[in-house]
């Protein structure tokens, strides 16, 4: 595959996309490339703003296997990962897997289940394979997650331990429409548009596993100029010296900064990265790798604001 059939399939993707979601650029491009990129996604967002349609859109424009959990109090790991299951007729245990086994996996809610079950994705999310009974099973080579949480209601939940945080690529925050795209949302709820049926939907699949699979060959051969690899670096070391922050991005964020500003680089047609392929993906990368203080928390200070105090204090490179 060439850079412009990788490029072509982004273009694809994020135009079945828009048969389904009005507006929401950002979040269309950041979608896109952490499945160009090999990376999971947290979907942040208040009820009724379009995540779970998004994924299920998403899943109709690969041709490969979707699952969904809804992720619950009583959700246990077994629910997820699988179990041996013993067989009179053979008197032996065999493995009946789990929903993880797919292409693309829908956490919904990932914040409602204990810290329990939201690990046993751990493994799934960092090495592509479940150990059950000290036995390994591998994933799908494309497997990616794609999890949802409400980020106003808290009754009920249990917050995402830093080790998961840390296996998202991105944490993208999905916002309510403008006026006008919600104007032609109901419009196309007149034309017959149901949320609840796919059939309404009009996606057709435009890529396939073992497209996405030369998209991410072509992604890691992006060219990354010893500039941009040192701007990528100096951001991420810049947060670990914010007085905002009790913990700064580690070495993992770097390398995901890396690799996203990779794939964004293709998704624009170039067979390089650049400095503003890293800055418009910084604040996705790192928000959700950084830990405010608690002072500065009730100062009303945000980790979209210190990530952009970052950017301020990082000299740009000349290309």
């Known amino acids: 595959m060439e850079l412009e059939a990788a490029t072509r399939t982004g273009e694809a993707l994020r135009r079945e996309l828009s048969k389904v979601i009005v507006g929401m650029d950002a979040v269309l491009d ?8 090999g990376g999971h996604v947290l979907l942040e967002g208040p009820p009724g703003t379009a995540k779970t ?9 690969v041709r490969g296997r979707f699952h969904r959990i809804q992720f619950t109090p009583d959700l246990m790991p077994a629910d997820i990962v699988g179990v041996n299951i013993f067989q009179p007729q053979s008197a032996a245990f065999q493995f009946s897997p789990g929903p993880v086994f797919c ?10 289940a204990p810290a329990k079950t939201q690990s046993a994705l751990l493994e799934a999310m960092q090495e592509q394979q ?21 980020p106003i209601e808290y009754e009920g939940t249990y917050p995402l331990p830093e080790a998961q945080l840390d ?22 709820y007149q034309a017959g548009f149901d949320a609840a049926r796919a059939s309404t939907f009009g996606i057709e699949p435009c890529t396939s596993v073992e497209e996405l699979l ?26 670990r010296g914010l007085p905002w922050l009790t913990l700064g991005a580690s070495p993992r964020a770097a390398v995901m900064l890396f690799l996203a500003a990779k794939a964004l680089a293709v998704l624009r047609g170039r067979g390089y990265a650049t400095p503003d392929d ?3 993906l910084a604040a996705p990368v790192l928000r959700h790798r950084i830990v405010l203080s608690p002072e500065s928390e009730i100062e009303g200070m945000t980790a979209d604001k210190c990530v952009e105090r970052t950017l301020e204090r990082v000299e740009v490179p000349r290309l």
């Open 53 to 61: 349609l998004l994924v299920r859109g998403l899943a109709l424009a």
């Open 278 to 280: 890293v800055r418009d």
């Open 214 to 239: 030369a998209v991410r060959a072509i992604v890691r051969q992006v060219v990354v100029a010893a500039p941009v690899i040192d701007y990528v670096s100096s951001v991420v070391r810049a947060t």
């Open 30 to 37: 950041q979608v896109i490339v952490a499945l160009l990129a």
């Open 130 to 150: 479940v150990t059950v009974d000290r036995e390994s099973h591998p994933l799908s080579p494309i497997f990616t997650v794609f999890a949802t949480q409400n």
């Open 167 to 188: 296996r998202f690529l991105f944490k993208t925050v999905v916002g309510y429409p403008g006026k006008e795209q919600e104007a032609e949302i109901l419009t196309r």
């Open 103 to 112: 292409d693309l996996l829908l956490a919904d809610e990932i914040n409602r």
